[in-house]
């Protein structure tokens, strides 16, 4: 899988490539990624990447033509043909883990890190595919969620994760059914006063399990309320539970 970035601040991205999973995933060539500067592409000596937009009003925009031409430099230095192009932009399409796993399906990705009010429209009519969103908030430019974004599909990767099984347990994973993951414990058994549940220590894997799904179920129903009734919708609740479910509501 190989990404190309086009950011005006190319060191950030170091970070994915040297610690962590992600680095070693990188180091294993499990993934490559090449930043492109839209200001190595600009046209006049002050190497311009930003104007006043049209119509007044704070802030600057992005200009077409640079952005454009990077894009451009990223797509001939790739052997697939029409790599999908995202920017990364609070207007866009929530990102979630559905997405992070098609993403670690395919050839993997051109994303695009605006920054200052917006980028001109104009690029994004000619250029982009999916502007995507990593959350209800305002961040100052793309390139946090660039990271986060192919951190998440990155780790996916066979090979990618020392422990298997660990991506299989993460909370949203079909495998939990889209619920959010159960409480994690580790040595001491006892720590400041407080012990570790005991149907942990019971090495009963059946009792273990059954904790750990009704932990989830009502981790789920507490914050994410949406997601229960999703799962309910796919059909991935059991009639146990529903049962525990109803349980959490009588009480
Ligand atoms: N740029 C600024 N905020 C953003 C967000 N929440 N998601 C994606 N790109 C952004």
Redesign the pocket.
Known sequence: MRFDVVSLFPDIFEAVCKYGVTGRAHTQGLWQLKVWNPRDFTQDVHRTVDDRPYGGGPGMVMMAQPLEDAVNAARADRTDETPPVWL???T?RCFDQKMAQELALGPGAILIC?RYEGVDQRFIDRCVTHE???????????EI?ALAIMDSAVRLLPGALNDKESALQDSFHDTLTGLLDSPHFTRPEVYQGQAVPSELLSGHHANIALWRRRQSLALTMARRPDLIESARQAGRLSKSDEAFLASLTKN
């Open positions: 990364m932009s609070p866009g605006g995507v969103s990593i959350g209800d908030f305002v961040l100052s430019g793309g969620p």
